[in-house]
């Protein structure tokens, strides 16, 4: 019986409570869960259908759908269905590991920041207000377009299908953290001047620990909606990216280089461009569905 009165009175457990009585972020969520699934199962899928994603078939492009290619072949006469499950695959990841990363950095400096304050506050915060003023798109083209070969790395490392992932990931992460360093700078000095963090510096804790134990908990919440909506995000900035040829590299597929592939092919066969795009419009809705859903379960007053 205690068991379940601590457990009703765990503030993480209300939230999923709250949650979970939200029907648009539930539906989302479901909608989520299903598409992940199917896009980490592309290889299976495609096994199953007995279509190679990456072979060419010149003679077959723009076929519409049949009963070996359910969505149609496009301009290289290759499957689009099971390249949609892999672009998802490919986007997907990217943007978790873009927003993870961006809300990790901005947390880790934001508490840094409100709860040393002085100097260290002022530089990280003239910092964020620098790369914040920064034209970010026309950054992400310019650092894209560096030809990191001439910088020593191989060419083989270069063209691999991770490394063109880990780039982007690492420089939208550079440029992302600003925001949520001053949203969690904000919140912890508030959270810095209360007396249960006042008592553990009292009795001697040190920085690190009342970092870690008492303010990074109290601080989590709106940085976890955050990362949420960064998600849908990172998912638009590769889409962009890749559309315009600096995002993930070919023969690799996500979504943004699917839309720039059928750019030149829209009257033969606009499908081709339906598709991915729809792909990008509807998974960014719902992770912002889930987002605003997580945002008044976290906070029922907002």
Known sequence: MSYIVKRSQNPWFQVAQRLSRHKLAMLSLVFLCLLALACFGANPIALWLGVDPYADDLFSRFSPPSELNVLGTDELGRDIFTRLLLGGQVSLTFAFMAALTTSVIGTVLGVIAGYYGGRVDAFIMRSADFIISLPSIMLLILIQSVDM?????????????????????????????????????????????????QAAIGYGASHWFVMVRHIIPNVIAPVITATTLGVGGAILTESALSFLGFGINPPTPSWGNMLQNAREAMWLYPMAAVYP??????????????????????????
Do not use: C
């Open 277 to 302: 795009g729809l792909m990008v419009l509807m998974t960014v809705i719902t992770i912002n569905f889930l987002g605003d859903g997580l945002q008044e379960a976290i906070d029922p007053k907002s």
């Open 149 to 197: 070969t001439k910088l020593g790395l191989s060419e083989e490392l270069v063209r691999s299908d991770s490394f063109s992932i880990y780039r982007l990931v690492l420089v939208l992460s550079i440029l992302g953290w600003p925001f949520a360093a001053r949203l969690v700078r904000s919140n912890t000095l508030s959270v810095k001047h209360r007396e249960y963090v």
